[in-house]
């Protein structure tokens, strides 16, 4: 989860000058951040849960996942209107579309990090065999 912090952080300081790689090897940073926290948490989650309950555990899982993924979308909506309002995104409003970018870039790495806290806070969770 920090390593997806850490790619989401990075982004912030994108620009019309950034080169390519940097680019690629950050969105590569973010995926293997994505990666290696996506499996290990699904396995403690359901490994905290009695045979039975499987298929309680993986509903509320994906429906906790849809729901993060629409209150991110919230998020960026909200911070769009707030920096460029209702308008058509033209040329001219290119640096103003960066600045929101970039806050919405700081919005989810802070959520990350709250996100590494809440992890830490869980313990080791170990799954059944």
Known sequence: ???TATG???LVFLSPATPLWAIVADL???G???ALFSSPNM??????VERKSYGVASGTLATMRLIGQVLSMGIATILF???LGRV??????????STSARMAFVVFAALCVIGVFASLARGDIRGRE
């Open 1 to 3: 989860m920090m390593m």
């Open 8 to 10: 989401l952080f990075l």
């Open 28 to 30: 590569i940073l973010l």
């Open 32 to 34: 293997f951040g994505y």
């Open 43 to 48: 396995n403690a989650i359901m490994g905290s």
């Open 81 to 83: 209107a707030l920096f």
């Open 88 to 97: 058509e995104i033209t040329p001219e409003l290119y640096p103003l579309f």
